[in-house]
Every structure is written in structure tokens, then in C-alpha cells.
């Protein structure tokens, strides 16, 4: 029922800027979210964004990195600026209902791979 579609990874030199799109469908989401999973490295969360406009931001990226989220598309975005190759990761979008303490929605995840 529910699908959440990451595009926008790619290769990108460090200092670079990449933007991720998340496209939702199935369900309208309270809040949204980035995670990311690097090789041999716990998923972290990275940025969420709520249905009212709320972020928040893992330290490692909070004045690089900038979520956006446009309701009526069920769309939301990650600007990251400023890249370093410590972000290089798969990047996954993440949401959750109202109803649910957790991010429980995932999608297969975008490959950010940055370079020196």
C-alpha cells in the first residue's frame, strides 16, 4: 500500500551539493525523514521534518544539510551542501503516521557516494 522512492544519489566531489527526493504514496505521513547507512556502520538518522514544518538535525550535518517537505506532492527533500566524504552512504527516506512512535515506512535507499 504505502511506497517511499528515493532518487537524486549519485557521485559528487566533496564540496560539492547532491538533493534527494523522497516520493510518498499510499499515505499521508505526520513526519519524514532521512536516514543513512554507511559500509560497516550503524543506520543513522540524519534529518525529520513534521507535517508542520518542524526539523531536526543530526549534528554531523545540521548547517550543511536542509529538509524540506512539500505536502501536497507527499514529497520531501534532502539539500545537502557542502559534502564530505564522511556523508558517503545509502541514504533511505523514512515516515511515520500520527499514530506511530517509530519510523516504521522505509524505502530502498539512494546511493550518495562523495569523492575526493
Known amino acids: 500500500q504505502v511506497q517511499l522512492v528515493e532518487s537524486g544519489g549519485g557521485l559528487v566531489q566533496a564540496g560539492g551539493s547532491l538533493r534527494l527526493s523522497c516520493a510518498a504514496s499510499g499515505r499521508k505521513f505526520n513526519a519524514m525523514g532521512w536516514y543513512r547507512q554507511a559500509p560497516g556502520k550503524q543506520r543513522e538518522l540524519v534529518a525529520t521534518?513534521?507535517?508542520?514544518?518542524?526539523?531536526n538535525y543530526a549534528d554531523s550535518v545540521k548547517g550543511r544539510f536542509t529538509i524540506s517537505r512539500d505536502n501536497a506532492k507527499n514529497t520531501v527533500y534532502l539539500q545537502m551542501n557542502s559534502l564530505k566524504l564522511d556523508d558517503t552512504a545509502v541514504y533511505y527516506c523514512?515516515?511515520?503516521?500520527?499514530?506511530?512512535?517509530?519510523?516504521?515506512?522505509w524505502g530502498q535507499g539512494t546511493q550518495v557516494t562523495v569523492s575526493s
Open positions: 521534518i513534521t507535517s508542520g514544518g518542524s526539523t
Open positions: 523514512a515516515a511515520k503516521t500520527l499514530w506511530s512512535a517509530q519510523y516504521d515506512y
